[in-house]
């Protein structure tokens, strides 16, 4: 069950909710994030970086031992051209070409084995060469395979870097850093009281006065000030049974004024509150000319435009609003300003109701 609390609309002497600041809070949220992002492209470079440098130390690697390889095949290339050679000197009949043809048991007797010696130097170090030729090849495989390789580890590389990045660890790692831990310090006290606010919103917990403030707070509403131009009525916000009127400039900066039934007849036009004198006055928005007075849809225009569609939609839902019918009460409360203003729309609407 909620717990019942005071609300401050029906008790002036509690004190006014506390309410955050939104734009800080949003500051701070944007710089956190933008941290972040900036330390996890940081770490994918970082990653991509290293997955090259890895490729090509290998490279370096492999460009040695193919030196190495090369230099050997040369080493046994000479061997085996001088044994083959030597065994053709005695035995030209058993050398054809590249291919080596094993004495008789005849020749070898007469040479007393010697015919055998040679042809065994010369198979041996074809061989051996040949042995040599095949690690070049294995080598320049690997070399080739290299570039695969590398290929599938840049594919993989955001993938992983994701990982690493998204895991407890290595944002720990990241958080324990001075101006980060900073940050998200912050960050942490703006989530826990917006997970606090949530929890007593839907408890009930949470007054009307609050819930105008934050609403207030959050589109940076603020207490209409004099002089002021380019105000239309743009809608109005209802808190429990009080009512207030947002007005929006032509910056589209948003204003509230306590409501009061006797505005609504104002609600189809653009004003202005102009200093007279010591006195203020309020009088319709003129056009850069100073001879045609604003009309509504130029407000939307120049705060919503370009695009046309949006701009008469805009303002086709704005005409359907000030059409509805409304109960709200008039509210006598607000500071000596806003009393002003409203008695100064009132006499504006009075006087162009004759």
């Known amino acids: 069950m909620a717990t ?32 972040l992002d900036r330390r996890k492209k940081a770490f994918f470079v970082e990653h991509e970086s290293s997955v090259r ?20 095949w040369d080493r046994r290339k000479a061997v085996a051209d001088q044994t083959r ?58 070399e080739s395979q290299l570039d695969v390789e590398l290929e599938k580890a840049l594919e993989r590389a ?21 101006e980060m831990a900073s940050v998200k310090a912050k960050v942490d006290e703006i989530e ?23 609403a207030f707070a959050l589109e940076d509403i603020k207490p209409l000030p004099m002089p002021a131009a380019g105000l239309m009525f743009y809608r109005i916000d209802a808190f429990g049974p009080e009512a207030f009127f947002i007005l929006r400039d032509l910056r589209k900066a948003l204003f509230a004024l306590p409501y009061d039934h006797r505005l609504e007849s104002l609600i189809g036009g653009v004003y202005d509150i102009n200093r007279n004198g010591k006195e203020f006055v ?3 928005t003129m056009q850069n000319n100073g001879r045609i007075q604003m009309a509504l849809l130029e407000h939307f225009t120049k705060c919503d435009g370009p695009d046309g569609e949006a701009i008469q939609a805009a303002y086709k839902r704005h005409q359907e609003f000030a059409k509805e019918p409304r109960g709200y009460a008039t509210l006598n409360e607000g500071n000596a300003t806003e009393a002003a203003a409203i008695e100064l729309f009132a006499a504006f609407a009075e006087a162009a109701a004759k």
Not at 6 to 27: G, I, K, W, Y
Not at 55 to 71: F, I, M
Not at 108 to 133: D, F, H, I, P, V
Not at 158 to 178: C, G, N, R
């Open 53 to 72: 440098r890895n490729a090509s130390t290998k490279r370096d690697e492999l460009g040695e031992q193919l030196e190495e390889a090369q230099a050997e």
């Open 192 to 214: 826990a009281e917006r997970a606090n606010y949530a929890e007593r919103l839907a408890a009930g917990r949470v007054t009307q006065t609050e819930l105008r403030l934050r």
């Open 282 to 284: 309020v009088a319709r």
């Open 85 to 142: 050679e030597a065994y053709r000197a005695a035995y030209p009949q058993h050398v054809k070409k590249l291919r080596l043809v094993e004495p008789s048991g005849l020749e070898n007797l007469r040479s007393m084995g010697a015919a055998n010696k040679l042809y065994r130097a010369a198979e041996e170090a074809w061989r051996a060469c040949e042995q040599a030729t095949s690690t070049i090849r294995k080598l320049e495989h690997n």
């Open 158 to 178: 955001p993938e992983i870097a994701k990982d690493v990045t998204e895991s407890d660890e290595w944002l720990a790692q990241i958080h324990a850093e001075d």
């Open 4 to 35: 019942a609390t005071h609300d401050p609309n029906t008790d002036s002497s509690a004190p006014a909710p506390a309410v955050p600041n939104f734009r800080e809070d949003e500051r701070l949220l944007a710089r956190y994030a933008t941290m």
